[in-house]
């Protein structure tokens, strides 16, 4: 996220003609897409690390 925070600050002159209601270097604005974007990394690393979790290793290794 660091990287990315990164390089958005380096191309918001680019973009600044792009956004409306909202300053190119605005904190509120990358503070809450990186919250957001960490919440879904979350969210999609736990779904399926659950589920794995769930089934027994010897059923599965088994099946092979």
């Not at 600044?16 to 690393?45: I, Q």
């Not at 736990?46 to 092979?64: F, H, I, N």
């Amino acid at each position: 996220m660091l990287i990315g925070v990164t390089g958005a600050l380096a191309v918001n002159r680019l973009l600044a003609g792009l956004l409306f209601d909202v300053r190119p270097e605005d904190p509120l604005a990358f503070a809450s897409v990186a919250a957001v974007l960490g919440f879904v990394a979350l969210v999609a690393c736990y779904l399926p690390a659950r589920r794995a979790a769930s089934v027994d290793p010897l059923v599965t290794l088994r099946s092979q």
